[in-house]
């Protein structure tokens, strides 16, 4: 298991993202979300070539999110679309599988 660790205290993509290295991929994509905010949203969002980023699975409030086990995509992130009521710093964790 990889795992990619982030505190977001404003709105975007974690600095802090999955690279399976190139000519590789991973597999199995999960997003955990850890807030006080039941209103903040989190994507978990996969890339082949860390420029076209696409949506696998949206998180509302603390919670979890997945990708299916058959995709596979060389990069994976979080990316914050609202940090929700009060604007809370949250903490992110995208773990993936090769």
């Known amino acids: 298991m990889n795992e990619a660790h982030n505190t977001h205290s404003a709105t975007g993509a974690g600095a802090n993202k999955q690279d399976a290295g ?7 994509f999960t997003l955990r979300v850890v807030t006080s905010a039941p209103d903040s949203v989190v994507v978990l969002e996969t890339s082949p070539d860390n420029t076209a980023w696409t949506t696998q699975s949206t998180v509302t409030g603390d919670g979890w999110g997945y990708a299916a086990s058959s995709h596979k995509q060389r990069y994976a992130r979080p990316n914050v679309t609202s940090l929700g009521t009060g604007a809370p ?4 964790t995208v773990c993936s599988y090769t």
């Open 22 to 28: 190139a000519g590789n991929v991973y597999r199995g």
């Open 89 to 92: 710093a949250l903490a992110t």
